[in-house]
């Protein structure tokens, strides 16, 4: 491990006695991904993601001091301003900043609580000044939000950067480069530092830095923290992360001990009879235009549209594709699904059976149209579910999780394809939970978001298909009576040929751990 005080510290020689004394018990070693870090200067937003109790945010404090170290001399000073901000006031107090007096106490310099600012002035043994303002800032507060559109500022460390949303960092892009002025030479240093622990594959985190890459953005990985070349270890007990990892599941030990993209449930999941590893299909499976497309769908700002076909070897439900949008209003999903719709793959579909949720048959106050409406204005011809009873609409679905085809495959399995149904079945669909003492409680109510609106897109499905037949204490199998026949418009009749097995690649179940 490289040591910050042979380049850094060896420069700065207080005159505050007080400081000397804190400055001389400094000792910062920093490991190796973490001193790649604090050496780039160059990239404008860098961010470094690793396991818990890696030193990510050591690192990320001992970047902003380096660069405030850095700053040209304007008359003798070395004035800068960096802001540390994080998402609520609770974690910013209680985590950020004892991190940061736990290298740089408050009598290092001037703490002002009031306005949550440390500034700190030390003497250089090159007789320049350092003057340095660091602001601290959280999410939680709508004046602090105000204030930080406001902030003329050298640069900024976003610290656990996965709790704080893309919007901020796109504003505060902004903000930065502003300070010291450029009538007393500009910021020599005008970067962004994001430090965080692993989010999911949906976070913008990942998009940007994995996916979109833009020019002047780098991510310092660090390694498993059960790898044999695991940091920070020197600093934490020798039993920290077998002890962390105890009761833990595979997903969590995954994101906060082996440093991987991935998701940890944290509410209670709507669907705990779903199984990732039975419920996925390993390859992508095929539509056969044979077989009827049953197309479910959920309405509101945020419409969802799931596809599915059933095997009639036995009666499997295949899901096979999404439409999932976001801020949408009917007129424009409906224009998604007839587009979806009339893919290669989907166009040659003999039968289409679409139903949704049934309060899509209430009409707008604007033009007085239902999204039923607007869909079939659209070509698009589709039937309100028989219900909207959530226990029944639940277990339409939980049903097909928990048995078997006469064949031994599970009755629904899920194609790659259907990327946020399937997160949402694996957890993210889900009861909020309360922020209360005690036992752990929840909402009664589904959280609604992105996965949502696609989960019960499948509900509705299952129900047009007649599967809550079982719920319901009526005969099994499909429920002709309310099985809506489709208009002409999605009815594509023609001399079908035999079927002894549809188009479907799909491996028997196994575990791909």
């Not at 934490?236 to 030990?253: C, F, G, S, V």
């Not at 082996?258 to 509410?267: C, E, I, L, Q």
């Not at 989960?455 to 005969?475: I, K, P, R």
Request: net charge neutral; hydrophobic share 35%.
């Amino acid at each position: 491990m490289a040591s910050m005080t042979a380049e850094l510290l060896n420069t700065i020689s207080s005159t505050n006695a007080a400081a000397q004394r804190d400055l001389g018990i400094i000792n910062y070693q920093a490991s190796k991904t973490c001193w790649a870090f604090l050496e780039d200067d160059e990239t404008f937003v860098k961010g470094i993601m690793g396991p818990i109790g890696s030193g990510k945010s050591v690192a990320s404090c001992w970047n902003l001091f380096k660069w405030a170290q850095m700053q040209d001399v304007y008359k003798g000073v070395r004035r800068s301003r960096w802001a540390i901000i994080r998402n609520t006031y609770r974690e910013l107090e209680d985590t950020t900043l004892q991190t940061w007096f736990d290298w740089f106490p408050r009598d290092l310099g001037l703490f002002r609580e009031s306005k949550m600012s440390h500034t700190i002035r030390i003497e250089n043994t090159d007789g320049t000044t350092m003057h340095a303002e660091f602001l601290f800032r959280a999410l939680d507060r709508p004046d602090d939000i105000k204030k930080l559109l406001s902030l003329e500022l050298s640069g900024a460390w976003i610290n656990e950067a996965r709790e704080t949303p893309l919007a901020i960092l796109d504003m505060l892009q902004g903000r930065v480069a502003r300070f010291p002025p450029m009538r007393e030479g500009g910021p020599t240093i005008s970067n962004i530092i994001l430090d965080t622990n692993p989010p999911d594959e949906d976070h913008w985190f990942y998009k940007m830095f994995e996916e979109k890459k833009p020019a002047g953005w780098k991510l310092y990985k660090q390694p498993s923290a059960l790898a044999p070349n695991a940091e920070n270890l020197d600093n934490l007990h020798p039993k920290y992360y077998q002890r962390l990892m105890a009761n833990k599941t595979d997903e969590w030990i995954k994101v906060y001990v082996r440093g991987m993209y991935g998701f940890v449930k944290d509410g209670k999941p709507i669907y705990p009879e779903y199984n990732d590893t039975v419920h996925v299909s390993d390859d992508f499976i095929e539509y056969n235009p044979e077989l009827t497309l049953w197309v479910g769908l959920d309405f509101g700002l945020t419409p969802a549209a799931l596809l599915a076909q059933r095997d009639p070897l036995d009666g499997q439900w295949q899901i096979l594709d999404e439409v999932v949008t976001d801020d949408m209003g009917a007129e424009r999903f409906s224009e998604e699904l007839n587009r979806k719709l009339r893919e290669a793959e989907y166009r040659d579909a003999t039968e289409i059976q679409i139903f949704g949720d049934p309060s899509g048959d209430t009409r707008a106050e604007t033009d007085e149209r239902t999204p039923y409406d607007i869909l079939a204005a659209n070509d698009i011809h589709a039937s309100p579910a028989h219900t909207n009873d959530p226990v029944i609409r639940r277990e339409a679905v939980a049903h097909q999780l928990t048995r078997l085809t006469h064949l031994g495959r599970p009755r629904l399995i899920i194609s790659p394809k259907a990327k946020m149904f399937r997160k949402g079945m694996a957890g993210r669909y889900c009861y909020r939970r309360l922020k209360v003492s005690g036992e752990e409680r929840y909402v009664d109510k589904p959280d609604k978001n992105i996965y949502s609106h696609i989960c019960e897109a499948g509900q509705y499905l299952m129900l047009g298909a007649g599967e809550d037949s079982h719920v319901l204490n009526t005969s099994s199998g499909m429920s002709k009576n309310r099985v809506v026949k489709p208009s002409v418009n999605h009815t594509r009749r023609r001399k079908k040929k035999p079927i002894s097995m549809p188009v479907v690649h799909h491996k028997s179940v196994r575990s791909r751990r």
